[in-house]
Structure formats: structure tokens, C-alpha cells
């Protein structure tokens, strides 16, 4: 069985998907977003000996999951970036699935799902993080290509499992709008049927150059939600 590196577990958590789920966040990212919130996640450490980090098979990470069960509705794969580790994401969504859990992918969308269709066969969703639509505001806040995102977007709505797109919202670092906009174009009146979750920016854990940025105003964010309700969109609260 194939082994990924397990940065933590959460038990217990309503912030990662629809109901109680227990999270698991992998170890490792390919992208460096200005704004990350939990870097300690970023390193992809391939020392096996790592103390930040426990390398598990999809086995002995379900075997900490059913210590939940049946008080979760389902798991979710974060990150880092778990699509780093398509194998093994598929290893454990087989054994949640045959216990009866929803399995949920948190990802940046640079991976590019099209190309695991046995993961995507037994993933009931992703949480699409858009981080900008720009091409070069999404290399200044990340320093990577964002062409993949969009791909990722287009594909998860056309199969039906694109189950939240989330949006991280910094005044005149993130172009909220053209994202929604960008978003609706590209999947039209799905996006009637799809979670968006307008993240207000907090600078709590940041250290990149965002780190003594402030968060954005409730009239900012509510200003926000009115244009993606006007648009068509089923905001759901932060």
C-alpha cells in the first residue's frame, strides 16, 4: 500500500465539508501562497524520520477514522496538498467509502484530476481553492500557473463533484470579482448547485509578505456576497 505523510488528524471538524468529518492534512504543497495560514504544512519532507510529520498507509490513517465513526458524516483530504498523493487518496477513499462516509478533497486545483479517473471514481467531491483568475496575480500570491485550476474547475463541474469553490478575499491582492465572474463563465448555472465560500483573509499563522496585512471590512465581504448572489451563486457562510 502506498504511504503519504500525515502533518495531523482532526477528529472532529465542521469547517471541512458539509456535516462532522474528520480531516487528515498531508504534508506538503507545491505552491507558496502569500497568505497560507498553516506553512509548518508547506515542506514536502521526504525524510521518513521527520518529527513533524508520521508516514501512514491508507490502512493505519483509516484505522484513526473509524474511532469516529458514527459520528462523522464523512472524511476530508487536506493538505499541504493532498493531490500530491493521488494513490494513496485513492487507497483511503475505497475504505471510507465502504464504511458508509462521504470522501472530500480540500485542494489548489494545480494537480490535474482528469488524469486519476480511479480517485475520481471513488471521490465524492473537491473543495476547489481559486486563488486569483489573473494569470499574474496568481503567480504574485502563489508563484505558480493557475491554467490548471481552471481546467480542474471545468472538469469537477462536468462530472458533478465540484463540491465548494472557495475564494480567500484580500482588498486589491485577490480580484474577487473576476474570479466570479471567471467562474461562471467557465461553468455556467452549475454554478446554482455548488457551494462558494467567501473566506474573509485573517493573518493569524501568515509569515509571508502578507503577514502584517489586515482583514478585510464586513461591509468589504458583505459587499462581496451580494454581487455572487446577484450573479447566480449559493454563498454559503464563512
Same mark, same amino acid.
Given at each position: 500500500?502506498?504511504?503519504?505523510?500525515?502533518?495531523?488528524?482532526?477528529?472532529?471538524?465542521?469547517?471541512?465539508?458539509?456535516?462532522?468529518?474528520?480531516?487528515?492534512?498531508?504534508?506538503?504543497?507545491?505552491?507558496?501562497?502569500?497568505?497560507?495560514?498553516?506553512?509548518?504544512?508547506?515542506?514536502?519532507?521526504?525524510?521518513?524520520?521527520?518529527?513533524?510529520?508520521?508516514?501512514?498507509?491508507?490502512?493505519?490513517?483509516?484505522?484513526?477514522?473509524?474511532?469516529?465513526?458514527?459520528?462523522?458524516?464523512?472524511?476530508?483530504?487536506?493538505?499541504?496538498?493532498?493531490?500530491?498523493?493521488? &494513490?494513496?487518496?485513492? =487507497?483511503?477513499?475505497?475504505? *471510507?467509502? %465502504? #464504511?458508509?462516509?462521504?470522501?472530500? !478533497?480540500?485542494?489548489?486545483?494545480?494537480?490535474?484530476?482528469?488524469?486519476?479517473?480511479?480517485?475520481?471514481?471513488?471521490?465524492?467531491?473537491?473543495?476547489?481553492?481559486?486563488?486569483?483568475?489573473?494569470?499574474?496575480?496568481?503567480?504574485?500570491?502563489?508563484?505558480?500557473?493557475?491554467?490548471?485550476?481552471?481546467?480542474?474547475?471545468?472538469?469537477?463541474?462536468?462530472?458533478?463533484?465540484?463540491?465548494?469553490?472557495?475564494?480567500?478575499?484580500?482588498?486589491? &491582492?485577490?480580484?474577487? =470579482?473576476?474570479?466570479?465572474? *471567471?467562474? %461562471? #463563465?467557465?461553468?455556467?448555472?452549475? !454554478?446554482?448547485?455548488?457551494?462558494?465560500?467567501?473566506?474573509?483573509?485573517?493573518?493569524?499563522?501568515?509569515?509571508?509578505?502578507?503577514?502584517?496585512?489586515?482583514?478585510?471590512?464586513?461591509?468589504?465581504?458583505?459587499?462581496?456576497?451580494?454581487?455572487?448572489?446577484?450573479?447566480?451563486?449559493?454563498?454559503?457562510?464563512?
Amino acid at each position: 500500500m502506498k504511504k503519504a505523510p500525515v502533518h495531523k488528524i482532526i477528529h472532529h471538524s465542521l469547517v471541512d465539508g458539509p456535516g462532522n468529518r474528520t480531516s487528515i492534512f498531508l504534508q506538503g504543497c507545491n505552491l507558496r501562497c502569500a497568505y497560507c495560514h498553516n506553512p509548518e504544512t508547506q515542506k514536502i519532507c521526504k525524510d521518513i524520520s521527520s518529527p513533524e510529520i508520521k508516514w501512514m498507509t491508507a490502512n493505519e490513517v483509516f484505522y484513526e477514522v473509524e474511532k469516529d465513526i458514527p459520528f462523522i458524516r464523512g472524511i476530508t483530504l487536506s493538505g499541504g496538498e493532498s493531490t500530491l498523493y493521488p &494513490e494513496f487518496l485513492q =487507497e483511503l477513499f475505497v475504505l *471510507g467509502q %465502504k #464504511a458508509g462516509l462521504s470522501c472530500l !478533497i480540500d485542494t489548489n486545483g494545480t494537480i490535474d484530476l482528469s488524469l486519476y479517473p480511479e480517485l475520481m471514481e471513488v471521490c465524492d467531491g473537491a473543495m476547489l481553492d481559486v486563488k486569483a483568475w489573473d494569470k499574474e496575480k496568481f503567480q504574485r500570491l502563489t508563484g505558480e500557473d493557475n491554467e490548471t485550476v481552471k481546467k480542474n474547475l471545468k472538469f469537477l463541474a462536468d462530472i458533478n463533484k465540484l463540491e465548494e469553490i472557495r475564494i480567500v478575499c484580500i482588498p486589491e &491582492e485577490v480580484d474577487t =470579482e473576476d474570479i466570479l465572474k *471567471g467562474v %461562471k #463563465a467557465t461553468i455556467g448555472d452549475k !454554478i446554482r448547485n455548488v457551494n462558494l465560500r467567501l473566506i474573509k483573509f485573517r493573518n493569524h499563522g501568515v509569515i509571508g509578505r502578507l503577514k502584517n496585512t489586515s482583514s478585510p471590512s464586513e461591509e468589504y465581504m458583505s459587499s462581496l456576497k451580494g454581487k455572487a448572489l446577484e450573479m447566480g451563486f449559493r454563498v454559503i457562510k464563512n
